[in-house]
């Protein structure tokens, strides 16, 4: 599986950015895909998931209400709506696969890796 992820930007705070991770190499029908991001210096920590069959979702409690992690079928696309962003979302977004099912709010609960993409939030 080769995951590529798009849609990263600088953009003012409160502004909206729109992520895509786009998955080639086999459709998704079973397991989670999720997004994850890194701060300089920082851990890599959860921002959302979404389980491919039920389409149930998970957020961060830093991102509920903000963000929206949402699925394509036909694209076999992954998307994450972020809006009212904030200085804090500032770092490299990237998403994640894995063919098991249930919620990963971890990154060793994927075993896929796109490339990141970068998000700069202004203030």
């Known amino acids: 599986v080769q995951l590529q992820a798009s849609g990263g930007g600088l953009v003012q705070a409160w502004g909206s950015l729109r992520l895509s991770c786009a998955a080639t190499g086999r459709t998704f029908s079973t397991g989670r895909v999720g997004w994850f991001r890194q701060a300089p210096g920082e851990e890599r920590e959860f921002v959302a998931a979404i389980a491919w069959r039920d389409v149930s979702t998970y957020y961060a409690d830093s991102v509920k209400g903000r963000f929206t992690i949402s699925r394509d079928n036909a694209k076999n696309t992954v998307c994450l709506q972020m809006n009212s962003l904030k200085p804090e979302d500032t770092a490299v977004y990237s998403c994640?696969?894995?063919?098991?099912?249930?919620?990963?709010?971890?990154?060793?609960?994927?075993?896929?890796w796109g490339q990141g993409t970068q998000v700069t939030v202004s203030s």
């Open positions: 994640a696969a894995d063919s098991r099912s249930g919620f990963g709010g971890s990154p060793i609960a994927y075993d896929y």
